[in-house]
């Protein structure tokens, strides 16, 4: 009976890995640390950094000396607390960013943010649809050229029935090979994980 219950339980496992292999936990300031010690690095370390869907954010500080609330645009700009649209009180706050966009933090103490305990972040896109956000290409190059155009007046005699040379397919220009996307490589690492995980379940019989 246990043996059932190990190999169910290593399958979770291995789908929670791979579920979360493209995202990262940034420790907010480089270190990790919200504070007025820290909050003058705040906006440059935001800037360098690059936030997707999926990511985390840790906030490290004094419970009770200090808190981090979510806020609007407004609130940000005005440092307000009355009305957070969520707010953090337990010193080691962890942020799970689930949509893209702007995302404003400040210091629950209001001198605080005043003196630029404050963080605004852009969250670009979820991972898995990065290597799709640039539309295809409805049709190659070179085949885009490989014919003149029509002339405007009726369909004309075929006048030059010699074939019209087509580089797109000759040997000298072979046409691109396909770049693997994010679906590819996080079916590979599943396959290997899954490999892996099926030969300690037979030998470990």
């Not at 630029?116 to 990065?130: F, M, P, T, W």
């Not at 049709?139 to 007046?153: G, H, I, L, R």
Request: aromatic share 12%; with cysteine; glycine share 6%.
């Amino acid at each position: 009976m246990k043996r059932p219950m190990l190999t169910l339980q290593g399958l979770f496992s291995l789908f929670l890995i791979i579920q979360n292999v493209h995202a990262y936990q940034f420790k907010v300031g480089g270190s990790g640390d919200w504070s007025l010690a820290s909050s003058s690095s705040y906006d440059q370390w935001a800037h360098k950094s690059r936030f997707q869907i999926g990511d985390t954010l840790l906030f490290n500080y004094k419970a009770n000396g200090d808190s981090v609330l979510q806020v609007t645009e407004a609130d940000y700009k005005n440092c307000s607390s009355a009305s957070p649209i969520a707010k953090y009180t337990d010193g080691h706050t962890l942020i799970t960013l689930n949509q893209s966009g702007p995302h404003y933090f400040i210091s629950g103490v209001v001198d605080h943010c005043k003196n630029k305990e404050k963080l605004v972040i852009v969250v670009l896109a979820d991972r898995s649809n990065h290597t799709t956000s640039n539309p295809p290409s409805s049709s190659p190059p070179s085949e885009q050229f490989a014919s003149p155009p029509p002339a405007p007046s009726a369909p004309e005699p075929d006048l030059n029935p010699a074939p019209a040379p087509a580089p797109a397919h000759s040997d000298d220009n072979p046409p691109p090979s396909p770049t693997p996307n994010g679906a590819s490589s996080m079916v590979g690492n599943f396959f290997s994980f899954f490999g892996a995980f099926v030969g300690f379940v037979i030998f470990s019989f």
